[in-house]
C-alpha cells in the first residue's frame, strides 16, 4: 500500500507552520498602516468648497482674527461655518466681479446659506467641546494646523482618540495663553512644561487621570 501523504508532506506542514503567523502579522501591520494612511484619515487631503477661500490672504494679508468667520469657536461647543452676511460684509464692495464669489451672491440674494464642507468630521460617539479647549490655552493651530499658511482647507491631524489623549495625558506640553491662542507660529518657551504646569494650575484644568477618563469625550 503507498504512503497516504507523499514525503514531502513533512516539509509542507512545516514551513505551512511558519508562513501561516507570518502571513497573520503581515495582514495585522497592513490593516494598521492602511488606517493611518490619508486614504483613511484623510489627512493632508485637500477639501473643495463651494467657494475657494484661501485662508492665507485672509489671516495673513487681511488680518483676519480666526472669531471673525468662526464667531462662537470661543463660546460654543461647536466652531460655526461663516454665514453669507460674514462674506458680504466685506465682498458687498469688493471682488464684485470673482466668478468665485458667484456662490456667495446667489445665497445672498436666495436667502439660501452656502453649503460648507466640512473639513474635520468627528465620530457620533465623541462629545468634543470647542469653547472649553479655546478658553483653556489650547491653540488652533494645536489641532488644524498652520492655517495661514493654507489657500485650500486641510485636516491637518487625524482627531484619532490616540492622538487626542496625547494632550489629555500630558497637557502642559502644549497650553498656552489664552491670548496666544490664536496667533499662529506660535513659539513655546524653553521652559514649556514649567509654564504650562502653571497654565494647568491658573486654568483649573482637571489633573490626567480624569482627562483620560472615557467619559470625558464619550457621554
Known sequence: MPPLFPPRSNFIARASLIALPILVVAIVVGLVLYGASSAVTQVGVPV???????????????????????????????ADLPPTETCMTCHSQIL?????????????????????????????????????????????ETCHGRVDQMTTDVKENSFYMAWCLDCHRNPEKFLRPVEEVMTMGYQPAENQLVVGAKLVKDYEILPASQLINCSICHR
Open 96 to 140: 464684485l466681479a470673482s466668478p468665485n464669489l458667484i456662490p456667495v451672491h446667489e445665497s445672498w440674494e436666495s436667502g439660501q446659506p452656502i453649503q460648507w464642507t466640512k473639513v474635520n468630521q468627528l465620530a457620533d460617539f465623541v462629545f468634543f467641546n470647542h469653547e472649553i479647549h479655546v478658553n483653556k490655552g489650547v491653540g488652533c
Open 48 to 78: 473643495a468648497q463651494p467657494v475657494p477661500f484661501p485662508h492665507t490672504f485672509h489671516v495673513t494679508a487681511v488680518k483676519l482674527d480666526c472669531r471673525y468667520c468662526h464667531a462662537s469657536v470661543d463660546k460654543s461647543s461647536f
